[in-house]
């Protein structure tokens, strides 16, 4: 049959330490911290408020009962500490993982220190535990928002040599990313294409500089505002259909727009939208905007100028072609062998069809609409 601790024997040994000044004043230079001291059989003599909270000890009398006891799951390795300490060493830890049989995982850092009776013998162990299970809950969350942020800054970096490839434009003018974490902020800031977050209701949640600065507008007053009513009445239909279209599914979608800022300023973009998900789980849409009016206008104007060509008969192209080159109308007459009052007569009706006055204007437009003059001569 068992027998129970002898508890006067601890009691006996706990009164041994009380009376030490040494012990005594080692517990309150480390108050409020978790405390237990023990005897050599590593029975406890006395343990602090602490401990016992910390231990979920509950209510137990646990003087003169024995540590391994009470935690029967304690790893061989402390055991081996409690016998080095009770030898004469001081071992401390800055974070030691303890898993109970129960389930719960904890951390601790503690330091075990030998106390000695009044004769100068070890009487036992002093444990300082601490638990410091939140703190590594803590990092594990920081750890865990890192990795977030690494990923996020892997696939901005993804994105944007896809746009790249997409407009030569931007491959010269964009700045090579680099892997750096710091750079995130200004990579999204400045880089020379609008980036735009929209809600599922419409409205804008996150814009870069350069998105405030094409629609005209400062960041502060654009936040929460309605993204269609930036795009042109014209193409808002357009631009419902790919909102509901890009909200609906994970692919990526692109249209081009007409858009006009609050000062009515008219301007195109070509568009690139893809359905992402905030921390909180809830969809939104990111989008890019890049400026493609100079585009837009080259292409009208070369429509233009392409109308006037198909006006002109075969003869006029080249008298106009010889006279954007800079000819007079005598070089014309000797090159096409023709009069040169001929050439004065489809001069003017060359004016006349275009609407243009002069053959410096004509040049202009054929300029800004990219047409050369191997294109004039094979309309």
């Known amino acids: 049959m068992n027998k129970k601790p002898n508890s006067l024997s601890a009691h006996a040994v706990a009164q041994s330490w009380r009376e030490s000044k040494d012990i005594s004043s080692l517990f309150i230079d480390h108050a409020p911290a978790s405390i237990a001291l023990f005897d050599r059989e590593m029975s406890y003599l006395a343990a602090s408020r602490r401990w016992i909270e910390d231990f979920s000890i509950g209510n137990t009398d646990i003087i003169g009962v024995s540590h391994y006891k009470i935690f029967p799951d304690i790893p061989e390795e402390w055991k081996d500490v409690h016998r080095r300490v009770l030898t004469g060493e001081s071992i401390r830890s800055d974070g030691d993982r303890f898993v109970r049989t129960d389930g719960p995982i904890h951390w601790l850092k ?3 220190v030998p106390w000695h009776t009044n004769k100068g013998d070890i009487g036992g162990i002093v444990i300082f535990s601490e638990d410091i299970t ?6 594990k969350i920081f750890r865990d928002l890192n990795t977030s942020l690494e990923e996020n800054l892997h696939e901005l970096r993804t994105h944007q040599i896809e746009l790249e490839m997409q407009n030569e434009a931007l491959l010269k003018s964009q700045v090579t990313l680099e892997a750096s974490r710091d750079r995130y902020f200004n990579l999204y800031e400045f880089a020379s294409f609008s980036l735009i977050t929209i809600t599922q209701s419409g409205q804008i949640a996150k814009i870069n500089l350069t998105g405030s600065a094409l629609l005209g507008e400062d960041r502060r007053k654009l936040l929460d505002h309605r993204f269609d009513m930036f795009v042109a009445p014209e193409y808002r239909s357009q631009w419902q259909q790919f909102f509901l ?11 081009e727009l007409m858009m006009q800022t609050m000062g009515n300023a008219v301007f195109y973009v070509h568009l690139v939208g893809r359905l992402i998900n905030t921390e909180e789980g809830v969809p939104e849409l990111q989008i890019t905007l890049v400026d493609i ?3 837009k206008l080259r292409e009208a104007a070369k429509g233009q100028f392409e109308k006037c060509l198909l006006l002109l008969t075969p003869r006029e192209r080249d008298v106009l072609v ?22 004065e007569n489809h001069r003017a009706r060359i004016h006349n069809k275009t609407g243009v006055a002069s053959m410096i204007e004509l ?17």
């Open 110 to 112: 503690w330091e075990v």
């Open 134 to 139: 939140k703190d590594k809950k803590t990092e």
């Open 245 to 255: 279209k890009t909200i609906r599914d994970t692919e990526k979608h692109s249209c």
């Open 293 to 295: 009016t100079e585009q």
């Open 322 to 343: 010889l006279a954007l080159t800079g000819l007079q109308n005598k070089e014309i007459a000797f090159r096409l062998n023709i009069h040169i009052r001929t050439v």
């Open 363 to 379: 040049a202009q437009l054929a300029f800004s609409a990219g047409v050369s003059l191997a294109d004039i001569k094979l309309q």
